[in-house]
C-alpha cells in the first residue's frame, strides 16, 4: 500500500511505484539503459522498469531527474541518463563510455556479417552470437585495433560483457549467445536511418 | 534392334526424374538446346539402374537399350548428334515435354522472349491491316494460320511461366520461411534465395505484368493484347464473325493470366523487401565501421598505445545513440542553483516568524502533537527501509536457494539490529523489484515466527535466469 502514492494537491498526480522507481534510478545512474524488454524465464517479457518511467515520464520522472541535474533521455524502445551539464571534463573516463559501446557494437554488427550471417542473427533472441563466433571474430588483427582505439584494451567476448551486457544493451539467451536486446537494435537502426536518409533517391 | 519412338518416348516419361538433370542443364546455360553425350549417357545409366532394382535386371537392360542414342535418332527425337564435340540435340517437343514435368526447375519468360512475342502479334496486326480479309486471298490465310501460332505460343508460354514462376517462388520462400538464423548454411542460402526472388521479381514478374496490361504504353507498337483485339475488329468488320470470337476468346484467356501474375507480385513483394532491407543493413553497417577504422588508422602511428579515438570524431559522435551516456557518480551529483543551506534557513525563518506572530495574537502556540507523531514516525519507517535497501545492495542470492523468505530471513536476523517480521516484508518488496530476478510460488505453507509475529507465506523458488554469462 505505502509503495505507491499520489501527489497529494493533485487529484490526476503521477501515481510513482517508488521501488521500480528506485531501482530504476539506480540502474540509470550506474550507466545502464533500461530496456523495453527484460528476460525473464528466459524468454523477453514487457519490463516494468520501462513501463514505470514510461507512464510517467512527462508527469514526474523528466522533472524529477532534472531537478538531480540529469536528462532522462528516452530512444525508441528504451531509457537512458546522462547530465544535464553537458560531458563532465573531471570525469573523461566515464563521459567517454560512449566510445567502447559503439566500438564493441560495429566490430560485432560488421563481424556478424563478415562471417556469413544474416544481421538478424544480433537481433534474434532464439539465434545471438555465439562465444565462438565472438572469438573468431575477436582474432582479427583490425578488429582488435578499432577496439583499442576504442579504449578496450580486453578480447571481444569480455568486452562485449563489460561495455554491452553490463549495461543491458545485449543479453546473453538461454544458449549463452549474445543477443542485442532493444538498446542495442536502436544503434543500429538509428544507422540504418541515417544511412537510408544519406542516399540519394 | 530398331525401337519405336512411342516405346522410347514412354520410357523417357516413366524415368522422367532421371532426365531433369537435362533441363537443368540447358536452364544454367542460357537455354542452350545442346546437351552433353556424356550428361545424356549417365542420366540413362541412372534410369537402368533404378529400372533394374524396381523391376528386374532385365527391365534395366532393356530400357538401357531403349534410350540408346541410335535408336532416338532413327526416330528422330534426336536431330543432331556431334561425336566430335560430344553434344546432342533433342527434337523441340521433346525438351518441351521433359521442361513440361518439372516447370520448377525453368525460367520464366524474359523481358526479351514477352518482347518478341508482343512484337509478333504486332505483326500480324500490320499484315491484316493490308491484306484483303477474305479467305479467297492465300496471303490472308497464311497471315491468320500464323497468328494462330502465335496466339497459341503465347498462350501457352505464359501459362507455363505462370507455373514455372509460382513453383519457384514456392520453394524459395520455404527457404527463406524455414531457415534458421543460426546456421552459417541457411544464412547463405537464405540469402541466395532472396537473391533468386529478387531476380524473378525484377526481371519476370514486372515484366509479365507489364506485357499482360492493355494500358501499358511502348516506344513501338501497342499491347500483345491490345492488338488481338484490334485484329478481332478487323475480322467482325470483314465480315468474319467466327474469327472474330475466336480472337476475342484467346485474347481474354491470356489475360486472365494478369491475375496470376499479381498475385505472385503480392506474394514476393515481402522477400523483395527483406533482400532490399538486408542489402540496406550491409551497407549501413559496413559505412559505419568504415568509418571507425578510418578513425583508428588516423589514430595509427605504428603503435595504438594510449591513443583513443576522440569523442568528437564522426565515427564515434553518429548516430548518437547513446549520446552522453555515462555512470552518474552520487556523491558529486550537482545540485545546481539550488542551495539548501538558504531553502531550510528560508523555511525555518518564515515558520519562526509565523509563530512569532500567531503568539503575538493569540499569546501561546499549540503545536499539533499527532501531526508531529505522524511525521516522525513516518521519518523513522523511512530511515528503516534505507537501512533495509543498503543491506540488499550487497546481498546476493544464496547458491540453490529454495526458500526466498527463509534466506532473506536469515540474512536480516544477523545484521539488522531490531530485527522484526515487517523488515523481512520490506526487503522482499525491494528484491522483487530487480526485474532480472524471477520467482516461482510453490504450492504449499510454510510458517515463519520471530518474535511476537509469524508470517505465513508461499515459499518462493528462484528461477534460473541465463544472467550467468558463459566467460564469468
Known sequence: ???????PDSPQGPVVNRRLSQEAFRQLTAGSVINQHCIRDGEPVANPLFQELYKERDRYYVGAYANMGMELVQRPGFFYVRSLAGDDSEDPISSAAIRPIQGVLLVLGRGVLEAGYMFDLLTTHEAGASPALLEQIGSNTTMQQILAACHIDRPLPEAAKIALFDRHIAYYNARGHLV???????????????EQAETPE | MIVKAPYILKQLIDYRQHFTPLVDHMEQHHGTTEIPLRLYRRQVRAAADAAAQAVSKR????????????????????????QARGTLMFAPFVLEMLRHFDVSRLQGLSQTELEDLRRGLNQSLDAFEQLPLTFDDEDFCDELRLLRRRTQDTLANIQASVATLGAQSDRLGRIVDYQDIARLEDAAQTREALRHINRIYQRHILPALKFLDPQTAFKQGIPAITAIYRIADLMRDAGLPELDEELRLA????HVYIKDIDALRRSLERYVRQNQRQRQQYDSVESAFNRLREATEALHDGSLRDKYIPLNDPAIRRPGTFAGIKRLRL????????DHRADLEEFTDRRIAELRDARDQQGSVTVDPAHTGLNEADLARQRRQQEVQ??????????GCGDLHQALHDFLQARLADYTLYDLLDALDWVMARPELGY????????????ELELAYHPLTPLPTPKETPHA
Open chain 1, 1 to 7: 500500500m505505502h509503495d505507491d502514492y499520489d501527489t
Open chain 2, 59 to 82: 527391365e534395366g537392360e532393356r530400357v538401357f537399350q531403349t534410350l540408346a542414342e541410335n535408336n532416338l535418332e532413327h526416330e528422330r527425337l534426336i536431330v543432331r548428334k556431334e
Open chain 2, 251 to 254: 485474347a481474354n484467356a491470356i
Open chain 2, 331 to 338: 556523491p558529486g551529483l550537482d545540485w545546481r542553483d539550488i
Open chain 1, 180 to 194: 542485442l536486446a532493444d538498446a542495442g537494435q536502436a544503434f543500429f537502426n538509428d544507422i540504418f536511418q541515417e
Open chain 2, 390 to 399: 543498503a543491506l540488499l545492495q550487497g546481498w546476493q542470492l544464496p547458491h
Open chain 2, 440 to 451: 516461482r510460488a510453490r504450492f504449499c505453507h510454510h510458517v515463519l515466527a520471530y518474535g
